[in-house]
């Protein structure tokens, strides 16, 4: 099953399967994963990388995705390419000498997974090609909020057409409403609406950012429950609707459903 994701962002891992490269890897950023890897396996002259360009067949085996924007998915690209120049990562040990370079990949984005300010993003770690697949070292498993899944996936682009569903968006008559949090009139540039369909609880943004802010040295929060129905909330799906996307929001409730039937003393 191909998955479609809007608004999309990704930094990606390519693995070499010419005899005479067979290997190598390649780290980049992409908006679109279809087409960035065949602009890699046809050549610099139709938009791939110079260090892939001719030593191809090449393979997108992983891509980490759910960037709120290209510029901060271009930062964890260059730290994925040059850890031992990233400032965040300067406890991840160099690369071992029994260790491929794949293995050095992997070992390095499973730190960064863990580190501030990755760490409190809405990410998705995604195996392209399942054959790939590697287990997470003891104690480097990626964030409870972050899924690993599996499959193809496919960039899908916000249509400025597309009829916004009365499930996710707030109507007029629920702008008239006061925010759930501080109880004051709802303006609708600032914002946001809980992603339960049944739900009908809105909130100012810097509102609801608060109450879901655990740790006061953050300046951003990483999921929370709704202050009306309790449901476990990610803080980058309910950007993302805000932002105008509305497709896989119910798969990554069902993920955090757990969230929301825990102890009730928290």
Not at 85 to 96: D, E, F, M, N, T
Request: charged letters at 20%; aromatic letters at 8%.
């Amino acid at each position: 099953m191909v998955h479609e994701v809007e608004d999309f962002y990704g930094v990606y891992l390519l693995y070499c399967l010419n005899p005479k490269y067979k290997g190598r890897t390649y780290i980049g950023y992409t908006v679109n994963p279809n087409r960035r890897i065949k602009q890699h396996n046809t050549g610099s002259h139709a938009g791939g990388a110079h260090r892939t360009s001719g030593r191809g067949p090449w393979e997108m085996v992983l891509i980490i995705h759910g960037f709120p924007n290209d510029v901060s998915g271009l930062r964890f690209e260059w730290a994925w390419q040059n850890p031992e120049k990233s400032r965040r990562l300067k406890g991840v040990p160099a690369k071992r000498s029994k260790e491929s370079a794949f293995q050095f990949r992997w070992r390095v984005v499973c730190n960064m997974l863990r580190t501030a300010p990755w760490n409190g993003l809405a990410l998705t770690v995604r195996w392209l090609k399942q054959e790939y697949q590697q287990d997470f070292p003891v104690g480097l498993e990626p964030p409870l909020h972050m899924p690993v899944v599996y499959g193809p996936v496919v960039s899908k682009k916000i249509s400025s057409q597309k009829t916004l569903q009365p499930s996710t968006v707030p109507s007029h008559a629920e702008l008239n409403r006061s925010c759930a949090i501080c109880y004051k009139d709802i303006q609708a540039e600032n914002v946001l609406s809980c992603l339960k369909p049944c739900c009908k609880m809105v909130a100012h943004l810097t509102c609801l950012a608060g109450h879901f802010l655990d740790d006061p040295a953050r300046l951003l929060p990483v999921e929370g429950k709704c202050p009306s129905c309790q449901v476990g909330l990610l803080w980058g799906e309910l950007i993302r609707q805000k932002k105008g996307c509305h497709t896989n929001l119910s798969s990554i409730q069902d993920h955090l459903a757990p969230l929301s039937e825990g102890d009730d003393s928290s």
